[in-house]
């Protein structure tokens, strides 16, 4: 067999597997810098109500965050909009999330945001009440260590 010809399949081989690895990197980029929201309740009171609902963001920059909250039977309805929402930041909505508790009732975040490419990007998060209180369910709630050590 030609020497010449090992070389050239050698290249090809090389070259795909470079083409393969590339690829792989940018899909990992791109996963690594779109933005990933969620809703999150302040501490419960002692008696267990929440007063306030936050918009978090746990990952690469969300732009242009339009955030449309309702009731599951459409009776309240807010609207917000935000310029950027940065990575481990959050937005406190106004929205009395109290009474829809106490009513057993749902909320409904609906989400539109771009990233850093300007993909346009929509999620739909939602918080039902009444589901968790059928299943005998309380709400937990997430806080930072510093938090926990200021509590003792």
């Given at each position: 067999?030609?020497?010449?010809?090992?070389?050239?399949?050698?290249?090809?081989?090389?070259?795909?597997?470079?083409?393969?690895?590339a690829y792989?990197?940018?899909?990992?980029?791109?996963?690594?810098?779109?933005?990933?929201?969620?809703?999150?309740?302040?501490?419960?009171t002692f008696?267990?109500?929440?007063?306030?609902?936050?918009?978090?963001?746990?990952?690469?920059?969300?732009?242009?965050?339009?955030?449309?909250?309702?009731?599951?039977d459409?009776?309240?309805?807010?609207?917000?909009?935000?310029?950027?929402?940065?990575?481990?930041?959050?937005?406190?909505?106004d929205f009395?999330?109290n009474?829809?508790q106490?009513?057993?009732?749902?909320?409904?975040?609906?989400?539109?945001?771009?990233?850093?490419?300007?993909?346009?990007?929509?999620?739909?998060?939602?918080?039902d009440?009444?589901?968790?209180g059928?299943?005998?369910?309380?709400?937990?709630?997430?806080?930072?260590?510093?938090r926990?050590?200021?509590?003792?």
């Amino acid at each position: 067999m030609d020497p010449q010809w090992v070389s050239i399949g050698v290249l090809v081989v090389l070259v795909l597997i470079t083409g393969y690895y590339a690829y792989e990197v940018r899909l990992t980029r791109r996963a690594t810098s779109e933005p990933s929201l969620s809703i999150v309740t302040d501490e419960p009171t002692f008696s267990g109500d929440v007063s306030r609902l936050a918009l978090v963001n746990s990952g690469g920059v969300a732009r242009d965050v339009k955030i449309d909250i309702s009731t599951g039977d459409d009776t309240k309805k807010r609207r917000f909009y935000c310029l950027a929402l940065h990575d481990g930041k959050f937005l406190w909505l106004d929205f009395g999330i109290n009474e829809v508790q106490k009513g057993k009732g749902k909320v409904v975040v609906e989400l539109r945001f771009k990233d850093n490419s300007g993909n346009i990007h929509s999620r739909s998060l939602g918080l039902d009440f009444g589901n968790l209180g059928g299943e005998d369910r309380a709400l937990a709630f997430e806080t930072s260590d510093r938090r926990i050590q200021s509590l003792r």
